[in-house]
């Protein structure tokens, strides 16, 4: 994702339900009937300067119940330091932000994830790494940091869940050590449930699951190249996702929530989202094609009894001038997508 584009705790009985029922499955069963949702989430983008709750009162009015915060730190893998609450971010990016932030969303009867996440110019967080352990060490302490800054944060505002880390996939395979040492020092500070977000692929190579609470995944799956699929093609897309995700939920014992998911309202919103970003100036506007995904990802998942749900990428607090191709970015806000989401989101 671009920059600015880009749970309470769980009962016993719902994550021990959901492990008895996983366990007596030896396949992927069929589609039944829809579940309530539990994380009715909406990623919000940070407001760049100080703004009445009005944003918020418009992801009410989607039936939304959580929305995700995301304060940036910046990093370059040249220098090895996280910078974070700088005057020259956004104010919704900076503690003082977050903090009115939160509690507005608190106000408004929403809980909160709140989701530092890592912005390196040039490159995907996933492939930060480094080559000298002096390096590393250096990265580690900054980044430890600015994680224990926002996870004292989120403990004195009773934040309902806080993610640890954001598609980190190359730094937790070189340094599995520092992020298992991390989460017990954010448990020292922090005091609710903690998540990490996996990118879609290599969710199940994370090696640390059984020291949090919740699975997160950025479900970006990558379903089906049709330039306008329609649900049914969609639900049959996801069978294979579903059954890796079954297997996994059974493995770890977890619940799963999906930490961003979306679509860009262009032809071919479904498959590798990704690449589109990088054209998005020459695709097709396809407002219906988001809205059948949307719709589709709803349908599959709303019947895992271990899924969540998760937080969709994502409302603007302010649509301006800075907004550059909204007839194809990822919100949902006055698109079709929108009445799809508020139909599921509902109580």
Excluded at 180 to 202: C, E, F, K, M, P
Aim: hydrophobic share 40%.
């Amino acid at each position: 994702m671009t920059l600015h584009h880009r749970i309470g705790l769980l009962s016993i009985s719902l994550i021990a339900g959901a492990w008895l029922w996983l366990g007596s499955q030896s396949s992927v069963p069929p589609l039944g009937e829809p579940r309530s949702i539990r994380i009715k989430g909406v990623t919000l983008e940070a407001p760049p300067r100080p703004t009445p709750d009005s944003p918020l009162t418009e992801i009410t009015q989607v039936n939304a119940n959580w929305i995700a915060i995301i304060p940036f730190g910046f990093t370059r893998q040249e220098s090895a330091q996280v910078q974070f609450n700088s005057d020259r971010q956004w104010w919704g990016e900076r503690t003082a932000g977050v903090r009115e932030t939160i509690v507005h969303a608190h106000n408004r009867n929403l809980k909160v994830m709140l989701k530092p996440q890592l912005w390196i110019r040039g490159m995907w967080t996933g492939d930060l790494e480094f080559k000298q352990e002096e390096q590393w060490q250096s990265w580690e302490q900054s980044y430890a940091d600015f994680i224990l800054t926002f996870a004292r944060l989120a403990d004195s505002l009773q934040v309902d869940l806080f993610c640890m880390g954001t598609e980190f996939r190359k730094a937790i395979a070189a340094r599995p050590d520092f992020w298992i040492t991390l989460i017990s020092q954010i448990r020292q500070v922090y005091h609710g449930s903690i998540t990490y977000a996996a990118n879609w692929d290599d969710f199940d190579r994370v090696p640390f699951w059984d020291s949090l609470d919740l699975v997160g995944i950025n479900a970006y799956f990558p379903l089906i190249r049709d330039e306008n699929p329609s649900v049914d093609a969609l639900i049959k897309a996801w069978k294979p996702y579903r059954k890796k995700i079954n297997s996994w939920a059974a493995k770890t014992g977890k619940p799963v929530v999906f930490t961003e998911y979306g679509y860009l309202s262009v032809d071919g919103c479904a498959y590798n989202t990704w690449e589109l970003e990088d054209r998005l100036p020459d695709c097709r506007s396809n407002e219906l094609a988001q809205a059948n995904a949307y719709e589709a990802l709803y349908t599959v998942w709303s019947q895992e009894p271990y899924w969540q749900g998760g937080f969709l990428w994502k409302w603007y607090p302010q649509i301006n001038s800075h907004h550059r191709h909204l007839d194809k970015d990822y919100t949902p806000q006055g698109k079709i997508a929108q009445n799809v989401i508020t139909r599921w989101y509902q109580p």
